[in-house]
Nanobody, 121 residues
Framework: QVQLVESGGGLVQAGGSLRLSCAAS????????MGWFRQPPGKEREFVAA????????YYADSVKGRFTISGDNAKSTVYLQMNSLEPEDTAVYYC??????????????WGQGTQVTVSS
């Protein structure tokens, strides 16, 4: 099992920045990818970004490319999502996820509890 705990959400004005953190524990050696997903109000959950275990590969949704950066610290078993130039459309519950499957987009088997990000206009 892998446990994930997110932190760093909050309320920010449009154009501002936030950094989310996700601390992983447990059988982290079984994980190939760490990802961030979000669920806007009244919408389905969507992929935001992912990073490979080595940190050598990163992937982003088109909607956040150039604004968000995913990074990892293997020594701390922590993944970060730096979010800049935030827009009201980025308002959502953000979830950290861990994937024991060799796929950065689907198959995530472990999820955090979620953290709310609200961007005011």
């Amino acid at each position: 099992q892998v446990q994930l705990v997110e932190s760093g959400g909050g309320l920010v004005q449009a154009g501002g920045s936030l950094r989310l953190s996700c601390a992983a524990s447990g059988r982290t050696f079984s994980i190939y990818y760490m990802g961030w997903f979000r669920q806007p109000p009244g919408k389905e959950r969507e992929f935001v970004a992912a990073i490979s275990r080595s940190g050598g590969s990163t992937y982003y949704a088109d909607s956040v490319k150039g604004r968000f950066t995913i990074s990892g610290d293997n020594a701390k078993s922590t993944v970060y999502l730096q979010m800049n130039s935030l827009e009201p459309e980025d308002t959502a519950v953000y979830y950290c996820a861990a994937n024991p499957v060799l796929n950065y987009r689907t198959g995530y088997g472990y999820w955090g509890q979620g953290t709310q990000v609200t961007v005011s206009s």
